[in-house]
């Protein structure tokens, strides 16, 4: 017979959802449990080898892909890194609040106006003070005042930004010489040393890195950790392969140990769902929940990922020969679109990046054959912009669930269908041109465009709303008709903006928490 386990509340993944619910649910003295099938981190040597994370046999490499068509006639596998923590061990740490209109809902087509059937249940003000908080746990450093599209915040970043290094300097100045307003990307990271645990030694292998000095204030590093001092238990590589409902409640998961494939069940009062926007409608999908929901046939609809790029320029110098930290300014002048509105296309643009070039294998391993060796000599040379496109929400594009193929823990199969839209493209294609312009301001020729055609921004898949005709959960994160059961990540968002999506499924996290804390 399952052996049966219980809690108050289980939550069901330690990313950016998860481990802020744990945290406001475990400080009010709640009964928390948070199951991740990632590991916890090790802090060694690997963190920052690129051959170890990414290239062969990478360490913290899931055990289960996701099939992805987003070309005709081309199946992709996906296999997430999964760790305790989520993608923020890995992440690039860049914290930005989303602006008040992006609460509005997205850009449509040839109109400068938003689709208002993907307007926000609440606004910015509702969000702001989470917003304070989520900064708050994460030590987020950044300088108020700098961005001009900033939304309005009643208090100064918990740390100032850090100078800036040489090649941020380049991107500041050939940015400031165009009459752009470059400002300091607001970091989740310990630059000072007394806001978090590692203080940061200014690194080049940071986005897409674990941090061997504790100094990314991911969510291993400062606020599970908190959680779990305040009494929320972790069961780490473990995985929920379904959850039961009784009488239209959810009542308990099936989990398994991956360790040991010891399968066992959870029961409890709430459940969580934190798995991520892929991850969450896999689950609710395979534990047969569109069939007992108000809005089943939403769950796992209206995928979006920004459209995202990098423009890469050739300098005629090393670009960074002392190897340090760079990915420091952003440029947000064209997020609404083209500020003399006489280019397309019209409404949101999105926001430029500075971006770290990749290591040397990484590099050769993502460029055609005959090329490699050139790439990687290349690279020392090259100045990096990341463009943020927002996309557009397309019904037809979704998270859905193969039962004919089964993983290894009897989960049917996840898959993935998406398409751009034209204008989505248009954005990005405008970013890139005002991209370029930088790069050659600071000296570098630019000679390539790559498109990301990474989920590490998917959001989008639950979407909350004020009717369940036109969303999967309601505004306080229910799955509408089912009372005790949630969605925390970034599943949630009806619109993505186009600033880097972290923080906001942490603030979100934050509101709903404290609802969920004063529950019987
Ligand atoms: C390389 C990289 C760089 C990035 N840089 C930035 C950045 O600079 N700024 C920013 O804002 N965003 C960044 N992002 C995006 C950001 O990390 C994500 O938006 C964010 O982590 C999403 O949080 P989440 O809570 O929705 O999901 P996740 O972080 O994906 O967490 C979901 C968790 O659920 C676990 N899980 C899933 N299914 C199950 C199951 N069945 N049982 C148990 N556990 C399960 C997963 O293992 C995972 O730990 C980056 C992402 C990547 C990959
Ligand atoms: S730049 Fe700082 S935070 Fe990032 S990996 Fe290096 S030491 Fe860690």
Redesign the pocket.
Known sequence: MMKKKSCEFLI???????AFAAHTLAQAGRDVCV????KWVVRDESCWDEVRLHLENPLYRGHAPVLINQKEGKLDEYWPD??VG???T???????RLREEDFFGSPVDNEPERDSSTRWPISYDDLAPFYDEAEKLQFVAGTMGDDITEPPRSKKFPQPAPLLSKPSQKIYDAATKLGLHPFHIPMAINFRGDCGKGKCVLCHTC??YLCKVEAKNDLAVVVLPEAISAGAKVLDDT??VKINLSRGKAVSAETVDQRTGTRFEIKAKYIVL????L?SPH?LLSSGIDRETLSGELIGRFLMRHANGVVSGIAAKKTNPENVFHKQIAIIDYYFGDPEKKKQPSGNWGLIQEIHTPGKGVMKANVPFGLKNMAAFMSDFLLNLLCIAEDQPQYANRVFIDISSKDKFGMPALRVYHRYTKRDIEARNALYSVAKKILLAAGALPVYCFHIDTF??AIGTCRFGENSSSSVLDPECRVWGIKNLFVL??SFMPSGGSV????T?AANALRVAKILADMK
């Open positions: 069901i993944g330690s990313g950016f959802g998860g199951v991740e099938r990632g999964d760790t989520g993608m923020s890995f992440y690039g740490a860049a914290a930005f986005d897409h995985r929920v934190a798995c991520g926007a991850g689950l590490s921004h990540d970034g880097n999506p972290s923080l499924i």
